[in-house]
């Protein structure tokens, strides 16, 4: 499969929007019914354009998004790709804390929101239109005005087109700054890989601020369709799935699936492929979804700052304990601790090699350059590659958690639990769950002094603090951490000792 190339002179919208489509033929269809054509979506991206830049947003420009899903919210990050500027997806369910500290620290131009987030918004001192998830708001209403014949803005394959928070090893977000030619490529790569066209329609159950990239811009680079359900919901996908040809999601997603009988061939018959990814899947789990459906789940292994890295072909054998081959014009390499090349077969430490590499995090040049090795990204994650080269993801970073195929950093977690009146310190682990993949599960060791520490109230008290995925599931507490001889808590013992104790 031959590498895709990005012209020195780039617009991402031009790269993903093709003009010849057939205008009356579905662009995205919402789950309440109102469609957008592809006939449509040159206006409407243009209006939203010119309204951008009447809010003085232009080529550089961050322009933060913390929608629900709808065709509008897609339409706006198209928009933002028609000037050049930058897009800072902000995932809806965070709270109001962690939003103003991601506000605070992009300094956004202008922010898109829904109105439940306009507070948040405004008292971050930001400039806010607003967009709610049926397509009202201030953007679709001021948009109506204006005439949309602002031209498209060429930028550099290597200028930023979208920022997206990840926590990194102190547990606060950390900006990820993607290039227009990494966007650009990964996208078109992974249409190729999968083979999307515009005969598919992809079944689009994924978060907003997390489904734009990996699922939202492949399926828009090939031509397809696009079904938007607002959130997974097993009712919703069972009754459009004979609607569509493409479905990606998490591995908890086709647990769900699979609990219900009615998930089987019948159902899945026009279907042409499922992708899964962001947390492993169990073998068994892997297997008894082909006796059901008939198909074999294709896997792809990514991270916020390099996007997709691997993916499994179309047309390649698939197996659950591989995530496929890196994308054309890319390259994965296993090392050890020092950085030298293990032999094929050998677990190390995952880096990465890509033709439009990852541009660093936002204002933090010392941990941009630790990312890197030489021209290498250093993923943080082990695996190991066989000889014709696949790829196995084996840890996503000694202490990740992926809960739901969500990312969970326990530091930040741990920050909130340590903050409860009576707790002495906390340790944040993942216990293997049915349904999640795993639950974060809170340790504690409490103060002499405390009393009557009850953990329900504790967890209650962190849903104030945290996003829903990040609380934990349970709070034990033990009389002392388990430590080695540094006096550091052996996670993995207390990850022994209360496996087991998350089911459902």
Not at 17 to 32: G, H, L
Not at 136 to 143: F, I, K, P
Not at 242 to 250: E, L, N, Q, Y
Request: some cysteine; glycine content about 10%; proline content about 6%.
């Amino acid at each position: 499969m031959p590498a895709i190339t990005v012209s020195d002179d780039a617009n991402v919208y031009a790269a993903l929007i093709d003009p010849a489509r057939d205008p009356d033929r579905v662009f995205m269809e919402n789950a309440d019914g109102r469609v957008v054509r592809f006939g449509e979506v040159p206006e409407i991206t243009a209006r939203y354009a010119d309204l951008l830049s009447s809010e003085r947003v232009g080529k550089g420009d961050f322009v933060a998004g913390i929608l629900e899903k709808s065709p509008e919210a897609v339409l706006l990050y198209l928009a933002v790709c028609r000037l050049g500027a930058v897009y800072v997806p902000v995932h809806i369910g965070l709270t109001d804390a962690e939003v103003s500290h991601i506000l605070g620290d992009a300094r956004p131009r202008l922010v898109v929101c829904d109105p439940v987030r306009q507070a948040v918004a405004v008292a971050a001192g930001c400039p806010v239109l607003t967009l709610d998830a049926g397509g009202g708001g201030t953007l679709v209403e001021r948009s109506r005005t204006m005439r949309g014949v602002g031209p498209l803005q060429n930028i550099a394959p290597s200028a930023p087109n979208a920022m997206v928070y990840t926590s990194g090893t102190t547990g606060r977000p950390k900006g990820a700054l993607l290039s227009a030619g990494a966007v650009i490529w990964n996208a078109r790569s992974l249409a190729a890989c999968w083979g999307i066209t515009d005969a598919d329609t992809l079944l689009h159950a994924n978060p907003m601020a997390y489904g734009l990239f990996g699922t939202t811009t492949p399926a828009l680079a090939g031509g397809a369709s696009l079904i938007l359900l607002p959130r997974f919901d097993t009712e919703g996908v069972l009754a459009r799935l004979p609607h569509a040809t493409i479905f990606a999601g998490v591995p908890t997603y086709y647990n769900r699936l699979m609990a219900d009988a009615r998930f089987d061939r019948t159902l899945c018959s026009g279907m042409r492929l499922f992708v899964t990814g962001s947390a492993p899947m169990r073998p068994d789990a892997f297997d008894a979804f082909t006796q059901r459906t008939g198909h074999r789940l294709l896997d792809r292994y990514g991270l916020t700052e390099v996007l997709i890295a691997t993916s499994n072909r179309l047309h390649d054998v698939r197996r659950p304990d591989t995530s496929g081959l890196p994308l054309p014009g890319s390259e994965i390499r296993i090392v050890d601790e020092q950085g030298e090349l293990v032999p094929a077969g050998i677990v190390g430490m995952i880096e990465l090699h890509q033709p439009y590499p990852f541009l660093g995090y936002w204002q933090d040049a010392e941990k941009t350059q630790q990312s890197f090795r030489g021209d290498w990204f250093r993923t943080g994650d082990f695996g190991r590659v066989d000889a014709p080269g696949y790829v196995s993801v084996l840890g996503r970073g000694a202490d990740l958690i992926i809960s739901g195929g969500l990312n969970v950093y326990p530091k930040e977690v741990e920050a909130a639990v340590n903050a409860l009146e009576g707790v002495a310190e906390s340790a944040v682990i993942g216990i293997p769950h049915a349904d999640f993949g795993e639950a974060v599960v809170a340790v504690v060791q409490l103060e002499a002094s405390a009393k009557d520490f009850d953990t329900r109230a504790a967890i209650d008290a962190l849903k104030l603090s945290l996003a829903g995925y990040k609380v934990p599931k349970r709070i034990e507490v033990i009389p002392e951490m388990p430590r080695n001889t540094l006096g550091k808590i052996q996670k993995n013992l207390l990850k022994q000792r209360f496996k087991g104790r998350c089911r459902g």
